[in-house]
């Protein structure tokens, strides 16, 4: 299935912090391409990391195949997505 994936801005907090992770989400996506729910299967060990990819996932993820097609909503999630959202600083290219 193809998906575009939001950019999701560091948190401030993580940021001034020098804090990196990697979280890991169960994304569920309804048969209109919509999210339905997001929740963090593997903590990034960081509140703000966290709460950032799932506020931004819930909001920003979307499906452009299904939203295409036009259908109505059913009562149950058409499909999960396992994503991976990295916070990573940039390494300096010498």
């Known amino acids: 299935m193809l998906v575009d994936t939001p950019q999701i801005g560091y948190p401030a907090i993580a940021k001034q912090a020098w804090i990196e992770g990697t979280v890991r ?3 569920s996506v309804d048969s209109s391409g ?5 929740v963090v299967a593997r903590s990034s060990g960081n509140q703000a990391l966290d709460e950032a990819s ?5 909001s920003k993820f979307s499906t452009p195949v299904l939203k295409k097609k036009k259908k109505r909503r059913a009562p149950f999630p058409l499909c999960e ?3 991976d959202v990295a916070f990573q600083f ?3 290219k010498k």
């Open 54 to 58: 799932v506020g931004v996932s819930k």
């Open 90 to 92: 940039e390494k300096e």
């Open 81 to 83: 997505l396992i994503v």
């Open 25 to 27: 989400l169960v994304v």
């Open 34 to 38: 919509e999210v339905t729910k997001a």
